[in-house]
């Protein structure tokens, strides 16, 4: 239990919240809980009649609100009560080796069963909003109608959905395919943790690795936008709130999914040479006056050295796919020098459709997967106005160059 509070509280510290830390166990021995541990005694009966239907036959016959804690060992016991007193404040039972004990229900000599504990807590702390996943929805309606019957209102509270893997199935701690805060944090910057949060919370969203590009760009376009916004907008944009209110300005001319995709074309894994390639774009950015994009490069180097070169996997074009490539490099060649990213953009389209891709996905997956490895990649504009219209085209006779090796 200590371990599980430590790592909360140095989550909650790395992420600059500030909260009261308070321990259950001392919570219990203190007497905080005391006058609603005695008003759950007072109502003993009624919190029995509430919780009793869930439970199974077996279960029922033992069950108590209270768990006593053995005078002798400190352990927890799941046993019977033989007597309750309301007025004395004490329960009678029988510990492990079978000897009879009278313990108060204060100063922590007894806990409270989980459903029990929960609504205990709302009572002695005047908990007024509590947040939980979906599969505690029945947990909070069993604790809410405990609240009542101690004489309190329940808080307010929201139901969020639980996380599933990229195969759709729920993330499970037993089955590790779970996606930890350290290592998203690792890999992108806080913001788009927050942000990612935000999101839809009750429905279910995927939580693996290849989520963490998407959510830092979703969330530096959000942040874009809101100084955009009508005023009654940005209080529905999620940055208003991870910004407390007041989101700073977008200091990120170049995107993360860009990056990402010009350190997989190059290779680059020293964070100056990749400032090299956001020069060529923006010859007035530097680490100084561009922190935040320093530190998206930073990530952007490590994310491609952990996820991306392991997966690489290039292949080479076939003959309709080498013909638009070939096409291409000529669209490219004739661009004017400071031709912007809509202007490239419009090349690559172009230069499909000269060679009969109808469907232009295909066209820009047969891209990805010849120049970046992958099957998924970034709008291709960008990514040349970032890594250079001449490495661009270096890049594409490379391609062309392997498939005509391949059918040699």
Known sequence: GEHNNARLRAFLDQLGFEYEFLSATQCYRSGRFDAALLEVLRHYDEIRDVILPTLGEERRRSYSPFLPVSPKSGVVLQVPLLARDAEAG?????????????????????????????????????????????????????????????????????????????????????????????????????????????????????????????????????????????????????????????????????????????????????????????????????PENHPELDRLIGYAIRYYQDFVAPSQSYRAPDDREAAGMARLVERLRALEAEADPETIQYEFYEAGKDVGFTNLRQWFQALYECLLGHSQGPRMGSFAAVYGVAATIELIEGAVARGREGAV
């Open 90 to 286: 004490t329960v009678t039972f029988e510990d492990e080796a079978g000897e009879r004990h009278t313990v108060p229900v204060t100063g922590g000599s007894v806990k409270c069963q989980w459903k029990v504990d929960w609504a205990m807590r709302w009572h002695a702390l005047d908990v007024d909003y509590e947040m939980s996943g979906k599969d505690l929805m029945e947990s909070v309606k069993l604790s809410s109608m405990v609240q009542r019957i101690l004489g309190g209102r329940p808080p307010e509270s929201l139901t969020y959905e639980l996380f599933l893997d990229q195969k759709g199935e729920k993330i499970s701690k037993s089955k590790g395919n779970g996606l930890t805060i350290e290592e998203w944090l690792a890999y992108a910057n806080p913001e788009s943790l927050s942000w990612y949060m935000y999101q839809s919370p009750r429905r279910a969203k995927r939580l693996y690795f290849d989520v963490i590009p998407r959510a830092v760009d979703d969330y530096y376009a959000a942040l874009s936008r809101f100084f955009e916004e009508a005023p009654e907008q940005r209080l529905e944009n999620p940055v208003f709130h991870v910004h407390g209110g007041s989101p700073p300005q977008p200091d990120v001319p170049v995107t993360f999914s860009v990056l990402l995709n010009i350190v997989s074309g190059a290779h680059v894994t020293e964070k100056e040479r990749l400032w090299g390639f956001v020069r060529r774009y923006r010859p007035d950015a530097t």
